[in-house]
């Protein structure tokens, strides 16, 4: 398939996961495009695999802190000028931080809600006069199933996601009649940079938290695959999809990606 031959599209988090997963998938379908993420290894790593898939020369990647104002607001800058343009924004940067709730302080909090849902909307805001100009124009937002699932020690990042999938309806309902769709994913039981090989999450756990209090418990078991994790690409191929032509129909909603654990 060449669904994306002639289209611009900006990835955040394109330097891991699924965000990498779907610079590679949107490559690989012959798109053009800029990936940015704040770790520069992560984002070397997937210029990597694009040259190992000999689609390299679509590629450019630019670090930028979707955290921050400015590094967001020269970053798009540079990735518009790049491009010439913009067709396809997904935001799948974000953080997990899980920890028992009544630990969690201000700071840990909203240092989640400052990259998952204000960093989307930064993105969003500076991305949307290109889009509006651009060819078929679609925003790819990722939510998750802790928006509307419960997830255990995870309520700053439910919030996050909650956030985001609300604010990706208003979107949609906003500036439809200028042409520009926008929908939201919401993976779950899916692996991704904010989680290891075995899907362990401890690394970003607060404390207090119980030893088993990995990915595999929060976000239970997927019937179709069983004891462990969809891989990123699950996901990279329906984000394809909706921001392609054929979602051209699809807006103001989202998709869930979960393998049937929230069934």
């Given at each position: ?10 990835v955040?988090?394109g ?8 610079v590679l ?19 070397a ?9 000999r ?8 670090v930028?802190?979707i955290?921050?104002e ?27 931080r899980s ?8 700071e ?14 930064l ?17 790819v937002?990722?939510s ?8 255990p020690y995870m ?39 904010m ?6 999450s401890q ?27 969809g891989?990123?690409?699950?996901v990279?191929?329906?984000?394809a ?8 129909f ?12 929230h069934?």
């Amino acid at each position: 398939m060449e669904r994306f031959v002639g289209r611009r599209v900006l990835v955040t988090g394109g330097g891991s996961g699924i965000g990498q997963a779907t610079v590679l998938r949107v490559l690989a379908e012959g798109g053009r495009v800029v990936a940015v993420d704040a770790d520069e290894q992560g984002l070397a790593a997937t210029a990597r695999k694009a040259e190992a898939q000999r689609c390299g020369q679509l590629l450019t990647t630019r670090v930028m802190d979707i955290s921050q104002e400015e590094s967001v607001r020269s970053g798009v800058a540079a990735a518009l000028d790049e491009m010439g343009g913009l067709d396809v924004l997904v935001n799948a940067a974000g953080i997990l931080r899980s920890e028992h709730t009544h630990t969690m302080s201000l700071e840990r909090f909203n240092r989640v809600i400052g990259v998952n849902l204000t960093g989307t909307f930064l993105v969003i805001r500076e991305c949307i006069p290109a889009l509006l100009r651009g060819e078929q124009p679609v925003i790819v937002n990722f939510s998750s199933t802790s928006a509307t699932f419960a997830h255990p020690y995870m309520a700053a990042y439910a919030a996050s996601k909650g956030g985001i999938q609300s604010m990706t309806h208003a979107l949609a309902v906003e500036y439809s009649k200028q042409g520009l769709r926008a929908v939201a994913v919401a993976p779950g039981s899916v692996s991704s940079g904010m989680t290891d090989a075995s899907g362990s999450s401890q690394a970003n756990a607060g404390p207090g938290l119980p030893a088993d209090a990995d990915m595999d418990l929060l976000a239970k078991l997927s019937p179709m695959i069983g004891d462990g994790f969809g891989g990123p690409e699950t996901v990279a191929g329906v984000v394809a999809t909706l921001a392609s032509s054929d979602g051209a129909f699809v807006t103001g909603t989202e998709v869930r990606i979960d393998g049937g654990t929230h069934a």
